[in-house]
């Protein structure tokens, strides 16, 4: 009889210290993950950008190229897979530069494993494209499914973050959205309005500022949204 579960969720694990790479291997696998594992970051790009895998579990300290830009690199190829990051470094700082490089995720050293599961369950849950038609606004439109916004004949890619932040405000345009609404819908609630902030600043970047005129607007201490303004 063929064989009717589903497909493991393949996860690519980008680390260097072999410990921590074992373990999470190890519990990983004995979870029904299917685990691919490179020890620094040229290598963990070229197979990242292969496309295989559901989940990208992402050190920052790498040799060869560090996990920032590793992450920069794949989402400017145009490449939307979820990415975990895994740091030691736990300031604010350090958690926005990583989402604004295109993490969608942000997990500090030393962490448990079942936390980190959870995390990766999230993503995966996150990362299933809507089934709905999305409603254009102005000219702009977004396709969950590619990761891909489009505007005056132009295809833009786009993070997952920033693409649900897009559907957020398309859904509503041109009426407000709540800062709680799109921490909601791109976060489940897992984040902060400064967070929020710096994943704006880079969808406006992506969707404004090529283009004569701005559809993305602050409504100051409410939320944002699309809007035609004079």
Not at 146 to 164: D, F, H, K, M, V
Not at 194 to 220: C, G, M, S, W
Request: glycine fraction near 8%.
């Amino acid at each position: 009889m063929p064989d009717s579960r589903p497909p493991a969720t393949r996860i690519l694990l980008i680390e260097d210290q072999h410990d921590i790479a074992a373990s999470i291997w190890d519990f990983l696998e004995r979870r029904g993950y299917a685990m691919d594992h490179c020890a620094d970051g040229a290598s963990g790009l070229a197979r990242a950008l292969r496309g295989e895998a559901d989940v990208i579990v992402l050190d920052l300290g790498l040799p060869r190229l560090d996990g920032l830009a590793l992450c920069r690199r794949l989402r400017e190829a145009g490449h939307g897979v979820p990415v975990l990051m895994l740091t030691a470094r736990d300031t604010l700082d350090d958690k926005l530069r990583g989402f604004a490089e295109g993490a969608d995720d942000y997990l500090v050293k030393p962490f448990a494993m079942p936390e980190l599961e959870a995390r990766i369950r999230a993503l995966r849950r996150r990362a299933q494209p809507l089934p709905e038609a999305l409603p254009a606004f102005a000219g702009l439109s977004y396709d969950p499914r590619s990761l891909t916004a489009q505007r005056e004949g132009r295809r833009i890619p786009l993070t997952r973050l920033q693409g649900a932040l897009l559907q957020a405000l398309l859904r509503e345009a041109p009426r407000i959205v709540s800062h709680a609404a799109l921490i909601e819908s791109a976060w489940r609630g897992g984040a902060d309005v400064a967070a929020l902030q710096t994943q704006v600043y880079e969808l406006r970047n992506a969707i404004d500022k090529p283009f004569a005129r701005p559809l993305l607007h602050a409504v100051r201490g409410v939320g944002y949204r699309l809007a035609e303004l004079e």
